[in-house]
Nanobody
């Protein structure tokens, strides 16, 4: 069982920034992704990044231009830099590892999940 550990969530005012981190126990060739779930809503895709060069990324339209996903393979860590945060970004954010090296936005393609880190954006 792969344990992913997220950190970096918190309370921030609208327009502010947060940086989430996700540490994996070992290096993998699989895609890493971030998802989020707001109260009463389904879990949704946020961003994903490949493990190997060219480290391609993909973003949900709702966060494109504001969020940046990156990774430090030497530290088995994936980051989500979130800028220009909005109240609608409030959610529990999850890190996940895919079953493949191809980027997917589908929850079913991600097999390992962290416990989540809460992000709350006040207006």
């Amino acid at each position: 069982q792969v344990q992913l550990v997220e950190s970096g969530g918190g309370l921030v005012q609208a327009g502010g920034s947060l940086r989430l981190s996700c540490v994996a126990p070992e290096r993998s060739g699989a895609v890493m992704g971030w998802f989020r779930q707001a109260p009463g809503k389904e879990r949704e895709f946020v961003a994903a990044i490949q493990s190997w060069l060219p480290l391609s990324t993909f973003y949900a339209n709702s966060v494109k231009g504001r969020f940046t996903i990156s990774r430090d393979n030497a530290k088995n860590t994936v980051f989500l830099q979130m800028n220009s945060l909005k109240p609608e970004d409030t959610a529990l954010y999850y890190c996940a590892r895919s079953r493949s090296a191809t980027i997917s936005t589908a929850l079913r393609d991600y097999v390992y999940w962290g416990q989540g880190t809460q992000v709350t954006v006040s207006s």
